[in-house]
C-alpha cells in the first residue's frame, strides 16, 4: 500500500450501550406515560366512596348532576390535577436542586423552601389572621421566593462568591432558623395555628381548581426555565471551572437554576402544605434509566413524580378508609426505605 493509499473507512455506527440506552429511554416513556394514566384513573376511582371506571367515564363526559359527576367534578378531578401538577413541580425541581448543587442527596428544602413557606403562612396567621387556601398561596409562594433570594444572597457573600457548598449551608442554616421560629410561634397560641399544621401535613384534597390556576403560570414558567438551562446542566456537572472552558455562563445558570426551583417548590408547598422526599426519591430513580443527562432527567422527573404523588394518596385513602392518611405522610413512609437504599448504592453519589 503507497503512502497515498488508505483503507475503506467503515461508516459510523453507534455503539450498543449507546443505542441500548435510547432503547431504554423509549420504553421507558411509554411505561411512565401509562403508568401516569392509570394512577389518573385510580385517583378518580377510589375514595371513601369508590366508583367503577364506567361511572367515572360517564361522570367525566357527561355530567348529568349524580351522585358520582358531583364526586368526580367536585372532589376527585381537582385532587388528580393538583397532584399531577405538583409532582412535577417537586420532581423537576430536586432534579434541578441536585444538578446545580452537584449533590445527589439534596433535594427543594435544601433551599429554605418549605421552611419559608411554612414561616410566611405562620406570620400572616397570626399577625394578620389569614385562613384558608387562598390565603395561604400567597403567603406561602411569597416566604419560599424571600427565603429563597435570602439564601442565595447569604451563599454569594464573600471573596470566593456563590458555590454549591455555600448555597448548601446557608439554606439549611436558614431553614432551621424559620422552622424554629414557625414551630415557637404555634406552641404560644395552638388554638389560632391549629389550621396551620393541618397544612404543613401535606395535602392534595384540600385544594380547588381555582386556587390551583392561580398558581399554574408559576409552575409553567419554573418548568421553562429548568428545560432551558437543561444542556448546561450537563456541563456543570463537570465542574464550574470546565463548565465556563467550555462556554457555559455558570452564574447565569445558577441564578436561573434557583429562580426555576423557587418558582416550582414555593407553588407547589403553596399548594399542599409540602410533600415530602419527592424531589430527593424522583431524581435518582429516573436516572437510573436515563443515565446523567439534565434534559431526559428532567422530562422524566415531571413525569414519573406525579405517579408516585397520586398512587401514594390512593394507598393513603385505601389504608385510612373511611378517612384517609395525607399523601406528604405516605411519600414519607414510602421515601425513608429508598433513602437508605440510595446511601447503601455505591453509585448513589454519582450525577
Known amino acids: 500500500m503507497t503512502a497515498l493509499e488508505h483503507p475503506r473507512v467503515a461508516p459510523p455506527t453507534i455503539a450498543p450501550p449507546m443505542r441500548f ?7 421507558g416513556l411509554v411505561a411512565i406515560l401509562a403508568a401516569l ?3 389518573a384513573l385510580a385517583s378518580l376511582m377510589v375514595g371513601a366512596n369508590p366508583l367503577p371506571l364506567g361511572e367515572v367515564w360517564r361522570g367525566l363526559w ?4 349524580s351522585e358520582a359527576s358531583i364526586i368526580v367534578h367536585t372532589l376527585r378531578i381537582p385532587r388528580t390535577v393538583v397532584g399531577v401538577l405538583v409532582g412535577s413541580a417537586f420532581g423537576v425541581s430536586g432534579a434541578v436542586i ?13 433551599l429554605g423552601v418549605n421552611a419559608g413557606a411554612g414561616f410566611a403562612v405562620t406570620l400572616g396567621t397570626g399577625l394578620f389572621g389569614i385562613a384558608g387556601i387562598t390565603g395561604y398561596i400567597w403567603l406561602a409562594f411569597v416566604g419560599a421566593a424571600a427565603a429563597t433570594v435570602l439564601v442565595f444572597v447569604i451563599g454569594s457573600a464573600g471573596r ?6 455555600t448555597l448548601v449551608l446557608a439554606g439549611v442554616a436558614l431553614g432551621a432558623v424559620l422552622t424554629g421560629l414557625s414551630t415557637f410561634l404555634t406552641l404560644i397560641d395552638p388554638e389560632t395555628f391549629d389550621a396551620i399544621r393541618n397544612w404543613g401535613v401535606g395535602s392534595i384534597a384540600r385544594t380547588s381548581l381555582a386556587d390551583t390556576m392561580q398558581v399554574v403560570p408559576f409552575l409553567v414558567l419554573g418548568l421553562m426555565l429548568s428545560l432551558l438551562i437543561a444542556g448546561a446542566l450537563n456541563a456543570i456537572a463537570l465542574g464550574d471551572d470546565l463548565a465556563a472552558s467550555l462556554g457555559t455562563r455558570v452564574a447565569l445558570t445558577r441564578v436561573l437554576g434557583v429562580m426555576a426551583v423557587t418558582l416550582l417548590a414555593g407553588a407547589g408547598t403553596a399548594l399542599t402544605g409540602g410533600i415530602g422526599f419527592i424531589g430527593l426519591m424522583v431524581p435518582h430513580v429516573v436516572r437510573w434509566v436515563v443515565g446523567p443527562d439534565q434534559r431526559w432527567i428532567i422530562v422524566f422527573s415531571a413525569l414519573t413524580a406525579p405517579v ?5 394518596d390512593v394507598v393513603g385513602r385505601v ?6 392518611i395525607e399523601v406528604g405522610i405516605m411519600t414519607a413512609v414510602i421515601g425513608a426505605p429508598v433513602l437508605i437504599a440510595l446511601v447503601r448504592r455505591r453509585t448513589a453519589s454519582g450525577l
Open 37 to 39: 394514566v392509570v394512577a
Open 62 to 65: 357527561r355530567p348529568d348532576g
Open 319 to 324: 389504608l385510612g378508609r373511611p378517612g384517609e
Open 160 to 165: 470566593g462568591g456563590v458555590s454549591p457548598v
Open 98 to 110: 441536585q444538578a446545580l448543587t452537584r449533590n445527589p442527596l439534596a433535594d427543594p428544602g435544601i
Open 308 to 312: 408516585i404523588v397520586l398512587a401514594a
Open 21 to 27: 440506552l435510547r432503547r431504554r429511554r423509549i420504553v
